[in-house]
């Protein structure tokens, strides 16, 4: 049991490292949603650029100059819909990089407290078994201690719930290391 314990320290450990790689995937995605603010800020250029032809051609007489403030009015609409998705990309951007901190964050305590659940329940099991091979032993004074049948079949079933404990232990374990592996 001490064996498996190690093994699941060492998953643990095992699990971290695979968090680390969810982390950099999580970066990855921000790096992703960093472009899109990029590209919006591209859009943003380019309406603004956009309104300087316009107002250009503006100087040219009545016709252009009804053609150029349709073109004014439609780069005016271009620059206010990029800030708009500019500023909408920047705050996914944020709201992504909270939530995969939050979520590693999460992962990385839940695996720990499985991890932490299994030494406890193997703890519990050497101490249950302790109690019961201890039944009957002699006291301080050296008479031998009586044991009823009662008190004989409760030390063996808190050893068969400390086993039952390390299995539901371990099954946590396992499960909390899958999840931070995703």
């Known amino acids: 049991s001490v064996a498996s314990a190690e093994q699941g320290v060492e998953a643990a450990h095992k699990g971290v490292a695979s968090a680390s ?4 995937e999580a970066h990855r995605g921000v790096a992703d949603a960093a472009r899109g603010v990029q590209d919006a800020q591209q859009g943003l250029a380019d309406a603004s650029n956009e309104l ?6 503006a100087s040219q007489g009545t016709r ?3 053609d150029a403030n349709d073109g004014v009015t439609d780069a005016e609409h271009n620059l206010a819909q990029a800030q708009r998705d500019s500023k909408q990309a920047q705050l996914d951007l944020t709201t992504a990089r909270a939530d995969a901190a939050e979520q590693l964050d999460d992962l990385g305590r839940s695996a720990e ?3 932490l659940s299994e030494k406890e329940a193997i703890l519990g ?4 078994k ?3 091979s201890d039944l009957g032993k002699p006291g301080k004074d050296g008479t031998p201690t009586e ?3 009662e008190e004989r079949a409760r030390a063996a079933l808190a050893v068969q ?3 039952l404990g390390i299995r539901d232990a371990i099954d946590s374990r396992e499960e909390a290391q899958a999840r931070l592996a995703d």
Do not use: F, M
Request: aromatic share 0%.
């Open 125 to 128: 099991l050497a101490e249950a």
């Open 52 to 57: 300087a032809a316009a107002q250009r051609d």
């Open 21 to 24: 790689r969810s982390l950099s």
């Open 64 to 66: 252009e100059l009804r």
């Open 147 to 149: 044991v009823t049948p």
């Open 130 to 132: 302790k109690r019961l």
């Open 161 to 163: 719930r400390a086993e």
């Open 113 to 115: 407290g499985a991890v």
